[in-house]
């Protein structure tokens, strides 16, 4: 069974570009989370998509935004970038209630690693 | 508000060594708990989890955390270190009412000495 799968691995941009991940979850997981990671913040919760709709939100500016199609990969998108946004960018997929026995338990793929000059 | 602290930022042992690695929780129900480990240049990887039940859970590669309610921690321990297991090791919450919202330490990095 293939794992989480994030595109670009790396990539650089510039100071007021935008820049689009993408995460193709494990088959049959319904639920997508992003994260972002940083040396100085740590991991923090970026969204959660279900069914093609944002569940939650943690405390990001709406530069960052994100949507989930109906195969259930996703996009996030961060438009004018600054220089703070540079982080690996870290997406996970899970079962949801009901799906049985890996429910609630969050699988997270490699990540990609966006630098901002 | 929900939080996660993982009081050591770093930890070296001897190869063959015991590990324990501190977690402390602030949760007010029974919560979600996970410990992941992550090698550099790469994402998380499931240790284990504890959900309910039996306080007492096994993971993978030989590690084990018991949660104990009343000191709010989830102690992951092994009790003989290999070199490969020289990583960050992350703790986590689940956050109510989100199950795609984990909330994470801010890890402890391991070192082993050979």
């Known amino acids: 069974k293939a794992g989480v799968t994030q595109t670009p691995r790396y990539l650089i941009k510039t100071r007021g570009q935008q820049v689009t991940l993408s995460c193709s979850p494990i088959?049959?997981?319904?639920?997508v989370s992003w994260y972002q990671q940083t040396p100085g913040q740590g991991l923090q919760f970026l969204f959660e998509?279900?069914?093609?709709?944002?569940?939650n939100k943690g405390n990001f500016p709406g530069r960052f935004s994100g949507r989930q199609f109906s195969n259930s990969r996703s996009e996030m998108n961060v438009s004018t970038l600054e220089l703070g946004d540079s982080a690996l960018y870290l997406c996970?997929?899970?079962?949801?209630?009901?799906?049985?026995?890996?429910?609630?338990?969050?699988?997270f793929g490699a990540g990609s690693r966006l630098t901002v000059l | 508000a929900q939080s996660v602290t993982q009081p050591d930022i770093h930890i070296t042992v001897s190869e063959g060594a015991s590990l324990e690695l501190r977690c402390n929780y602030s949760?007010?129900?029974?919560?979600?708990l996970f410990w992941y480990v992550q090698s550099p240049g790469q994402g998380l990887q499931l240790l284990l989890k504890?959900?309910?039940?039996?306080?007492l859970v096994q993971g993978i590669k030989g590690f084990e955390a018991e949660f104990k309610r009343s000191q709010s921690s989830f102690n992951l321990r092994k009790p003989s270190v290999h070199w490969s297991d020289a990583a960050e090791y992350f703790c986590?919450?689940?956050?109510?009412?989100?199950?795609?919202?984990?909330?994470f330490g801010k890890g402890t990095k391991l070192s082993v000495k050979p």
């Open positions: 996970a997929s899970s079962l949801v209630a009901g799906q049985g026995d890996g429910a609630n338990v969050l699988t």
């Open positions: 088959s049959g997981h319904r639920s």
């Open positions: 998509y279900f069914s093609e709709t944002q569940r």
């Open positions: 949760y007010g129900a029974t919560p979600y």
């Open positions: 504890y959900f309910s039940g039996d306080t």
């Open positions: 986590a919450v689940g956050a109510e009412g989100s199950q795609g919202n984990l909330i």
